[in-house]
C-alpha cells in the first residue's frame, strides 16, 4: 500500500500569511494527488487535483506543485475562511489520504 | 454538481448488521463510478469500496473485504453499503462520494455527501 505523509500536523498563521503544507507519498505517484479542505462538522471539499489543477469554484489563493514523491499545497495569503484541515490523497493505486494538517488563524 | 444525501447509520452491537444508502440527484447516475469513505472520530480518511457507474464492477478495501457489499440501484440514483459482522473499529462517519469519472479506477472524488454517523459497540 502507498502510505502518505503531511507536514506540519498543525500549524498557527495570521492572516494574510503564506502557508505551506507538504505532502509525501512512500513511492512515486506521478502527479495523481489530490488536495482537500475540511471544516469540523463538514465533508471534505476538494481544492486541488493532478497536483496542481485548481478545483473549479476553489479560491485562486490556493494552489498545488510537485511530482513524484513530493508535493506542496500553498495559500498565497491566508484568510479567515481558510482555518480547516487539509488531507492530500494519492489516486495513482487504489487511493489513501495523509492523515491531515490542522491550520488555525492567529 | 449534484447532490448525495445518507441515512441509514445508527449504532448497532459488534456482529450486527447495518445498510447505509445514499439518495443522489443533479448528475447522470450512470456516469459516475461512487464511493463510500468513512471518518473514524477525530481521525484521518479511509476509502472503503467503489462501484463503477454502470455498476458491473465494484472494488473493497482490504479491511471491510467480505464484511461489506456496495451496490446501486439505477431506478431510484440510490447507492448502497450493506454492512455485515460490524466491529468497534468500523465506527465512523461514512461519506457517499462521487468520482470524476465512470469506472472503478476514478478515485477524485469531486462531491461529497454531508455523511451518516455509523457507532459499533457492546
Known amino acids: 500500500d502507498i502510505q502518505m505523509t503531511q507536514s506540519p500536523s498543525t500549524l498557527s498563521a495570521s492572516v494574510g500569511d503564506r502557508v505551506t503544507i507538504t505532502c509525501r507519498a512512500s513511492?512515486?505517484?506521478?502527479?495523481?494527488l489530490a488536495w482537500y479542505q475540511q471544516k469540523p462538522g463538514k465533508a471534505p471539499k476538494l481544492l486541488i487535483h493532478?497536483?496542481?489543477g485548481l478545483q473549479s469554484g476553489a479560491p485562486s489563493r490556493f494552489s498545488g506543485s510537485g511530482f513524484g514523491t513530493e508535493f506542496t499545497l500553498t495559500i498565497s495569503s491566508l484568510q479567515p475562511d481558510d482555518s480547516a484541515t487539509y488531507f492530500c490523497?494519492?489516486?495513482?493505486?487504489?487511493?489513501?489520504f495523509g492523515p491531515g494538517t490542522k491550520v488555525h488563524i492567529k | 454538481e449534484g447532490q448525495l444525501v445518507e441515512s441509514g447509520g445508527g449504532l448497532v452491537h459488534p456482529g450486527e448488521s447495518l445498510r447505509l444508502s445514499c439518495a443522489t440527484s443533479?448528475?447522470?447516475?450512470?456516469?459516475?463510478?461512487l464511493s463510500w469513505v468513512r471518518q473514524a472520530p477525530g481521525t484521518g480518511l479511509e476509502w472503503v469500496s467503489i462501484?463503477?457507474?454502470?455498476?458491473?464492477?465494484?472494488y473493497h478495501a482490504d479491511s471491510v473485504k467480505g464484511r461489506f457489499t456496495i451496490s446501486k440501484d439505477s431506478s431510484r440514483s440510490t447507492l448502497y453499503l450493506q454492512m455485515n459482522a460490524l466491529r468497534a473499529e468500523d465506527t465512523a462517519v461514512y461519506y457517499c462520494?462521487?468520482?470524476?469519472?465512470?469506472?472503478?479506477?476514478?478515485?477524485?472524488?469531486?462531491?461529497w455527501g454531508q455523511g451518516t454517523l455509523v457507532t459499533v459497540s457492546s
Open positions: 462520494v462521487r468520482s470524476d469519472c465512470d469506472n472503478i479506477f476514478c478515485r477524485l472524488f469531486v462531491s
Open positions: 443533479g448528475f447522470t447516475f450512470s456516469s459516475h463510478a
Open positions: 513511492q512515486n505517484i506521478r502527479d495523481w
Open positions: 462501484i463503477s457507474g454502470s455498476g458491473d464492477n465494484t
Open positions: 493532478r497536483a496542481s
Open positions: 490523497q494519492q489516486y495513482d493505486t487504489l487511493t489513501t
